[in-house]
């Protein structure tokens, strides 16, 4: 039976080429891991064997140098990106560092109010000022959309002292923001564009261009999420504007000093994979992604999220299923699709449940969750249409997210949570989007959100 490293020719994969000369060169390794390239446990021989750690011949991931660089410079040029830095702290690692490299500790920056919970470890780690602007709420589905380009410029004549903007794109969902828009936005104005795609690390291979080639001038993706690559593989790419050297310290500065070889390499034979015959695969998941969204909207009672609703804004391997309309909650789709069919969805809210479709989806898989949809859609039945979320009111910042995290704190129940300061992010995973951040008060509307909305199994609150 063949080994995987002989199914890929990994030329195309500089650092894994690389630590396959040195696992296959029988040297006595007496340094770390402690495993020495043995496989102790046989399910993982292979992980083993190039499990390595700053030796001759592999190279420093902080410091730039060796097959990694050449590996992350594929991936620059795979992204059309100015350069890129490989990380293995997941898509936290690179919000943590692309903040510390645009914001002064103490500075301020605009957020979108749909940004991950790792921005608000940096706002405590950092000890930023943050600024929200609140996205579009799409109806039925209740979900956020984009961000209207005049509110972006509101915050920036109301905060000239911001540094920068942080958004997501695509967000959970599969909507991307008017990168371009907001970029010229922000140039104009001499700030930075910073964009988490933690979800966008395939887009390349369904031929939609990078946040880079749309005018960021730093994102973060998630390779592991979209592409065959370890957990906690991470991609950091930008543009010519940004401080390279800075960032680089930035990312060893929320980084481990023992990086892993493993996610390395499985980043670099991601990128490797996607630039191949991983493209061919993409397009076949996105022509299915296409097939199920019409089916379901023309011969279901299910509504699904689909390219008019947002145009040119929306991740072609993403289908969002919305249950709006129907006498089945998202959450009750996704736990029958799970329990009945053995179909497990990437997360559901009282509304929606969301898939993610990738190159490594077999065709058997994609059928299995057609048919599945289609029968749940016969037994689904009937509803009103629920009401239309109100616009919610962004909750008072009475203290700074910093002084919020450290202060002295207790867990209380929600009803008696009214007036008083947030200590913890209050985070519904997934998607992972705080719905109160510290330092905010607790006041009706945000009880009231959490109680009787989407994320009514939050029971407590830390203030």
Known sequence: MKRFKDTLPDTTAPLFHAMNLLSDGGGARFHMPGHKGEPIFQTFAEVFEIDFTETYGTGNLYTGEGPIREAELAAARFYH????????GGSTQGVLSMLAAAAAPGGTV????????????????LDL????ILPQVLEPFGIPTVLEPSAVEAAFDAHPEASALLVTSPNYYGICQ?????SELCRERGKLLLVDAAHAAHFPAVRLPSPIERGADCAVLSAHKTLPCLGQG????????????????????FGTSSPSYPILCSLDLARAWAEGQGAA???????????LRHMLSHETAFLTLEDFMVPDALDPCRLTVCTAGTALTGHALADTLFGEFSVACEMADERNAVFILTGADSTVSILRLRQALAKLAKRAGQAPLPDKLAAQPLPQQKMRVRDAWFSPRECIPIEDALGRICARPVTPYPPGVPLLYPGEEIGPAQIEMLRKRCYNKVEAVRG
């Open 234 to 253: 991470a991609y950091l790419i930008m543009g010519e504007s940004m401080d390279r050297e800075a960032l680089r310290e930035a990312t060893a500065l």
């Open 81 to 88: 990106a100015d350069d890129c830095f490989f990380l293995t």
């Open 129 to 132: 000022t943050p600024h929200f």
């Open 178 to 182: 008017p990168l371009e828009t907001l």
């Open 281 to 291: 695969a993409f397009h076949l998941s996105a022509k299915s992604c296409a097939g």
């Open 110 to 125: 605009l957020l979108d109010r749909n940004c991950h919970r790792s921005v608000c470890t940096a706002l405590a780690l």
